[in-house]
């Protein structure tokens, strides 16, 4: 995907993926997250570790505009502070007890976190329709060779033998994470055909990639 010396926007997950009043794990570059949706829709990133006793973030609930944790209930802002303790209902929680987030950015059903200060906002992929997220046991340099395209300025991979899929990577730790994606107005047959696609690209990538180990 696009980047500069400044910085970078990882694609971690599919809008559909993240409705309101949720929270999901997800990693960028700079390490785990906490991605969650307020009530009203804003989608947020938060770092995953709750700074009271560590537990992470990501198993924590959603409830309004703050994400809190499952564990005492402490209350974060899209923002990062604390605003709320439960055992200390009348406390205002010092402005030192925060938790650090990352820049999100939606765009044609796709959640962008920034890594780092990107110069341009993610790319658009406005003729395209997000169907589905898949882990990958493989490295970007497998899923090319195993869809028969090298990745382009926008980080899209396209299926040589199926040109209207797409692949949009991005690499996490010890795997690779892709969302699927259709040119528009395409059919839900072949929706199902893309998916079953996308799962046979999955199977020559991590073939490729053991026998490279």
């Given at each position: 995907m696009p980047s500069d010396t400044a910085g970078s926007w990882?694609?971690?997950?599919l809008s559909a993926d993240l409705p309101p009043a949720t929270v999901i794990?997800?990693?960028?570059?700079?390490?785990?997250?906490?991605l969650w949706r307020s009530q009203s829709g804003r989608?947020?990133?938060s770092s995953d570790r709750c700074p009271h006793r560590g537990m992470r973030?990501?198993?924590?609930?959603?409830?309004?505009?703050?994400?809190?944790?499952?564990?005492?209930?402490?209350?974060?802002?899209?923002?990062?502070?604390?605003?709320?303790?439960?055992?200390?209902?009348?406390?205002?929680?010092?402005?030192?007890?925060?938790?650090?987030?990352?820049?999100?950015a939606e765009s044609d059903g796709i959640v962008w976190i920034a890594v780092g200060e990107p110069?341009?906002?993610?790319?658009?992929?406005?003729?395209?329709?997000?169907?589905?997220s898949l882990t990958l046991?493989?490295?970007?340099?497998?899923?090319?060779?195993?869809?028969g395209e090298k990745a382009d300025a926008d980080g899209l991979i396209r299926v040589a033998d199926c040109p209207w899929v797409?692949?949009?990577?991005?690499?996490?730790?010890?795997?690779?994470?892709i969302h699927l994606l259709v040119e528009q107005g395409r059919s839900v047959a072949d929706r199902?055909?893309?998916?079953?696609?996308?799962?046979?690209?999955?199977?020559?990538?991590?073939?490729?990639q053991k026998g490279m180990a």
């Amino acid at each position: 995907m696009p980047s500069d010396t400044a910085g970078s926007w990882t694609p971690v997950a599919l809008s559909a993926d993240l409705p309101p009043a949720t929270v999901i794990p997800a990693w960028t570059p700079l390490g785990a997250i906490a991605l969650w949706r307020s009530q009203s829709g804003r989608a947020s990133a938060s770092s995953d570790r709750c700074p009271h006793r560590g537990m992470r973030l990501s198993h924590g609930f959603v409830r309004g505009e703050a994400l809190s944790c499952i564990y005492h209930g402490w209350s974060y802002s899209p923002a990062g502070g604390c605003i709320r303790i439960p055992a200390h209902p009348d406390l205002v929680p010092p402005e030192t007890i925060r938790v650090a987030v990352q820049q999100v950015a939606e765009s044609d059903g796709i959640v962008w976190i920034a890594v780092g200060e990107p110069a341009m906002p993610p790319p658009r992929l406005d003729n395209l329709a997000p169907i589905r997220s898949l882990t990958l046991d493989a490295d970007v340099a497998a899923i090319e060779a195993a869809a028969g395209e090298k990745a382009d300025a926008d980080g899209l991979i396209r299926v040589a033998d199926c040109p209207w899929v797409r692949l949009l990577p991005a690499e996490q730790i010890g795997c690779t994470l892709i969302h699927l994606l259709v040119e528009q107005g395409r059919s839900v047959a072949d929706r199902i055909t893309a998916s079953r696609i996308a799962e046979a690209v999955r199977r020559r990538a991590e073939t490729r990639q053991k026998g490279m180990a």
